[in-house]
């Protein structure tokens, strides 16, 4: 018999560190099948229902929760996906009624300063993978230069940084 509350964390956990669709079921397949709670089998059927079902694929965890737990399993699991994206929408108001108190707008750059200092490493780590190139430091060095202007949309920006790696490299 599966513990109700771990079941629910797990769901919640691997909800919380994925992007939506199927981004949450390496964790959750390595996690539920590890402890014999559930299978292969489990797994290509509650993903086949997601599919065939209408509306986002992320779906198809509820038809996995009620395989390895019957009613119990599929509410619980609705409930840890449903869960993040209205904590958004919570911290989203609260950004609105607050942002522009000096405190709010001290943690966001703090916030930015985590994220670049977290990006560093990994920025590092892209550029001396394939052996150190001229032309990837380059690339690195103009697209930080225009992140610091942000006057050029994201969207834009990774075009163009995609755009001279085919042509540099």
Request: hydrophobic share 60%; charged share 10%.
């Given at each position: 018999m599966?513990?109700?509350f771990s079941f629910f964390w797990l769901l919640l956990r691997a909800s919380l560190l994925s992007t939506g669709?199927?981004?949450n079921l390496p964790l959750l397949h390595q996690e539920l099948t590890a402890q014999g709670l559930a299978d292969d089998r489990q797994f290509a059927e509650a993903l086949a229902i997601g599919q065939i079902?209408?509306?986002p694929s992320g779906l198809?965890?509820?038809s996995l929760g009620f395989l390895i737990d019957g009613p119990r399993g599929a509410l619980l699991a609705l409930v840890a996906i449903a869960l993040p994206p209205l904590l958004v929408l919570v911290v989203a108001q609260l950004y609105r009624r607050a942002g522009d108190h000096p405190a709010m707008?001290?943690?966001v750059r703090g916030m930015m300063l985590a994220v670049v200092g977290?990006?560093?490493p990994v920025l590092i780590n892209l550029l001396w993978s394939n052996g150190p190139s001229?032309?990837?430091f380059l690339i690195a060095l103009v697209s930080v230069g225009i992140g610091m202007t942000r006057r050029v949309p994201i969207i834009v920006h990774l075009g163009l940084a995609a755009?001279?790696?085919i042509m540099l490299m």
């Amino acid at each position: 018999m599966i513990e109700p509350f771990s079941f629910f964390w797990l769901l919640l956990r691997a909800s919380l560190l994925s992007t939506g669709g199927t981004g949450n079921l390496p964790l959750l397949h390595q996690e539920l099948t590890a402890q014999g709670l559930a299978d292969d089998r489990q797994f290509a059927e509650a993903l086949a229902i997601g599919q065939i079902s209408p509306g986002p694929s992320g779906l198809w965890v509820i038809s996995l929760g009620f395989l390895i737990d019957g009613p119990r399993g599929a509410l619980l699991a609705l409930v840890a996906i449903a869960l993040p994206p209205l904590l958004v929408l919570v911290v989203a108001q609260l950004y609105r009624r607050a942002g522009d108190h000096p405190a709010m707008q001290g943690f966001v750059r703090g916030m930015m300063l985590a994220v670049v200092g977290a990006f560093v490493p990994v920025l590092i780590n892209l550029l001396w993978s394939n052996g150190p190139s001229a032309a990837a430091f380059l690339i690195a060095l103009v697209s930080v230069g225009i992140g610091m202007t942000r006057r050029v949309p994201i969207i834009v920006h990774l075009g163009l940084a995609a755009l001279a790696g085919i042509m540099l490299m």
